[in-house]
């Protein structure tokens, strides 16, 4: 249909999250025949330096460009709790209400054994190794979904023998919803309303 340079772009496009084959066109017409090649090549090298600038942080697991991330680093946390979220776009969800003063563990995922996600696929062993004294809560803050919910309890469970508190984030956030699409004060209140599982 396209030219095979063109078709290359579309489908490399089409596999990225929310990008349909329509606006994978759309952006790959775009960057082909509406862009300079100078501004081509910086995009490409901004993605590239980005992508190797990033990493895991060794403590939460969210995306950093420092190490340890400035979260984890600040000595203003409340290293004494702990928020378990899905994704880093969680993370930034509750930063920017600035309510929530502790820390934060992204696990990068939900488990759900339908799509063959089990916990070794998302960062559990990792959450595990934080837990020291110090820690004295966890708040599961994973989205109201089928596999959020399952996560939660899933840790719950592994983390009950351990004697610390897990609480769970109270409803309000739309069952089924995203924690990334509630609004400031539904977080806050969820957060707030947070109890014991
Ligand atoms: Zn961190």
Redesign the pocket.
Known sequence: MHAPSIEILIEQFAQLPGIGRKSAERIAFYILGTMSEADVEKMSSLILSSKKKISF?P??Q?L?DTV??P??SSQKRDRSVICVVETPKDVAAIEKTNEYKGLYHVLHGALSPIDGITPEDIKIKELLVRLTNEVKEVIMATNPTVSGTATAVYIQKLLQPMGVKVTRIAHGIPVGGDLEYADDVTLIKALEGRREM
């Open positions: 942080c403590e939460c969210n950093t340890p991330c979260i984890c």
